[in-house]
């Protein structure tokens, strides 16, 4: 039944978008939970649950797509400095969305990894996060990759630590320093970057999120709150990526410019 899989996903997609300039890495700021909870009357709890309902649905529809990574920022390095009842919702949210989605997760053959510094998290949030990841390690389909405990810039100053580490033992020299170096030592090490970054609930910056990944990477920002961003809206994001010229610093080769 794998050739139906295959038809079906080709047919799923929308006629207007070219198969061929589909990204192959999508990341998302998953923006607008407490507001949509808010305008609702509902704690702003109840704006992560469903937030995770999104989520799900954005996954199912990167993979029928045809997209090969999705990065979603779950919670930043920054976000520590919300209320404590929030803070701790999010952890046990994390924890038991895991371990309930584990096995459709290893049904539709999704490779789930954690990017951050997990070693800041709950210990049995880290146990879950190792058992979700090493249990999917060797699934072939979407990398579905969940930014916990991130900060772009706590990234980058990591890998700083490490590099200089590696040349003060003498492991390596000061001019191995170079793009594809310092990118192994980043959390997403062996992901390609980015080529689109979506942001709902309207805001226009990245807030820290995927700094040295997002150098050329096309950035999309719609003002619909994240738990109402959908297929369709995914479908508008797409089409809108698909318009853009990516020249990366260089000329277009058809017009010159
Ligand atoms: C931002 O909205 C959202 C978050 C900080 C949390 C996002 C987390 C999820 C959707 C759950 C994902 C679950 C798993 C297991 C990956 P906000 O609270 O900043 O909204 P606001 O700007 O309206 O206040």
Same mark, same amino acid.
């Given at each position: 039944?794998?050739?139906?899989?295959? /038809?079906?996903?080709?047919?799923?997609?929308?006629?207007?978008?070219? $198969?061929?300039?589909?990204?192959?890495?999508?990341?998302?700021?998953? @923006?607008?939970?407490?507001?949509?909870?808010?305008?609702?009357?509902?704690?702003?709890?109840?704006?992560?649950?469903?937030?995770?309902?999104?989520? /799900?649905?954005?996954?199912?529809?990167?993979?029928?797509?045809? !997209?090969?990574?999705?990065?979603?920022?779950?919670?930043?390095?920054?976000?520590?400095?919300?209320?404590?009842?929030?803070?701790?919702?999010?952890?046990?949210?994390?924890?038991?969305?895991?371990?309930?989605?584990?096995?459709?997760?290893?049904?539709? @053959?999704?490779?789930?990894?954690?990017?951050?510094?997990?070693?800041?998290?709950?210990? +049995?949030? $880290?146990? %879950?996060?190792?058992?979700?990841?090493?249990?999917?390690?060797?699934?072939?389909? &979407? /990398?579905?990759? !969940?930014?916990?405990?991130?900060?772009?810039?706590? %990234?980058?100053?990591?890998?700083?630590?490490? !590099?200089?580490?590696?040349?003060?033992?003498? /492991? &390596?020299?000061?001019?191995?320093?170079?793009?594809?170096?310092?990118?192994?030592?980043?959390?997403?090490?062996?992901?390609?970057?980015?080529?689109?970054? !979506?942001?709902? +609930?309207? %805001?226009?910056?990245? +807030?820290? *999120?995927?700094?040295?990944?997002?150098?050329?990477?096309?950035?999309?920002?719609? @003002?619909?709150?994240?738990? @109402?961003?959908?297929?369709?809206? *995914?479908?508008?994001?797409?089409?809108?990526?698909?318009?853009?010229?990516?020249? *990366?610093?260089?000329?277009?080769?058809?017009?010159?410019?």
């Amino acid at each position: 039944m794998l050739t139906m899989n295959v /038809k079906q996903s080709l047919i799923e997609l929308p006629s207007d978008l070219q $198969q061929q300039s589909i990204p192959n890495h999508v990341a998302v700021i998953m @923006d607008g939970n407490g507001r949509w909870a808010k305008r609702r009357g509902f704690p702003r709890i109840v704006g992560h649950q469903k937030g995770v309902d999104a989520l /799900k649905n954005l996954l199912r529809c990167c993979d029928d797509w045809g !997209i090969q990574s999705l990065t979603a920022y779950a919670f930043s390095t920054e976000n520590w400095g919300r209320p404590t009842n929030e803070v701790e919702f999010l952890m046990t949210l994390f924890e038991r969305v895991l371990r309930r989605e584990l096995a459709q997760m290893m049904a539709e @053959d999704v490779q789930i990894r954690f990017v951050g510094d997990l070693t800041g998290l709950p210990e +049995s949030l $880290q146990k %879950e996060i190792a058992y979700s990841m090493e249990k999917t390690s060797n699934n072939k389909g &979407i /990398k579905f990759n !969940i930014a916990t405990n991130y900060g772009g810039r706590q %990234e980058i100053l990591h890998a700083c630590r490490v !590099i200089a580490n590696q040349v003060k033992q003498g /492991k &390596i020299d000061i001019n191995d320093i170079d793009d594809r170096l310092f990118e192994n030592n980043l959390y997403t090490h062996g992901l390609t970057s980015p080529d689109l970054l !979506i942001r709902t +609930s309207g %805001e226009m910056r990245l +807030s820290n *999120f995927l700094l040295w990944q997002m150098a050329y990477g096309e950035i999309y920002v719609t @003002d619909t709150f994240w738990p @109402d961003f959908n297929r369709q809206e *995914f479908h508008q994001a797409l089409l809108s990526y698909q318009k853009r010229d990516r020249r *990366f610093g260089k000329l277009n080769q058809e017009n010159g410019k």
